[in-house]
């Protein structure tokens, strides 16, 4: 059996270990070797539809998490499945999208209009104000925007986007998972709206006019 002060030196080296793992690279990666990525939905919980503990150091730190709004593939959501996977031992994906999503709420050339309404010149926005060799083409914002038609078929597709994408190693384990919001369950995302148990996968349901800027087709 071993004393206390034997335990608080082993939690001390444990913590230390933690606080300073990023510089053991490849050597120090999060506990289940995990990159998730999920939209910023704060009904999205995410640890708890996936049974990991996330990004706390009380219950382990099991992956690296990128939230965005919808959980889609974006050129930052790339930028950092590049790093961890390639620089930090992670091993796996998990996409994480959500029934009732926002991004479903309204169609992205309403929204660019209500921007453009608002005074704003849309086509010459600092995508990143840090990096100005990254830019859009003239039309393109609404689609930028990322709005879904249908939240299943959009995390199919990010889960292609990955698994085809030259930055992500082709032995990485790469799926995708919807949380039904309403039932507080996760299951796989179906591409067939009508055998779905749920309610509103799609903006059509949400009472969307028109079809989404062509991102996802
Ligand atoms: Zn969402």
Redesign the pocket.
């Known amino acids: 059996m071993s004393t206390l002060k034997q335990e608080l030196e082993s939690r001390i080296k444990e913590t230390t270990r933690w606080e300073t793992r990023r510089q053991f690279a490849a050597d120090g990666p999060n506990m289940r070797k995990l990159w998730v990525l999920a939209?910023?939905?704060e009904r999205?919980p995410v640890d708890r539809a996936l049974g990991i503990c996330a990004d706390s150091v009380v219950c382990g730190g099991d992956a690296h998490l990128f939230r965005n709004?919808?959980?889609i593939v974006t050129d930052d959501a790339i930028r950092s499945a590049m790093l961890t996977i390639n620089f930090f031992g992670t091993r796996e994906i998990v996409v994480l999208?959500?029934t009732g999503?926002?991004?479903l709420s309204a169609n992205g050339h309403d929204l660019e209009k209500a921007l453009r309404d608002k005074g704003i010149d849309v086509d010459n926005i600092p995508i990143d104000p840090s990096l100005p060799e990254l830019s859009l083409e003239k039309g393109a914002f609404a689609k930028w925007i990322g709005m879904m038609d249908d939240v299943d078929q959009t995390c199919i597709k990010c889960v292609d986007q990955l698994r085809n994408h030259p930055l992500i190693p082709k032995d990485i384990t790469v799926s995708g998972w919807v949380w039904e919001t309403e039932f507080h369950r996760l299951r796989a995302p179906d591409p067939n709206a009508p055998t779905r148990a749920v309610s509103q996968p799609t903006a059509a349901s949400m009472n969307v006019k028109g079809k989404q800027p062509p991102r996802w087709s």
């Open positions: 939209c910023m939905d999205l709004a919808g959980g999208q959500h999503c926002g991004m």
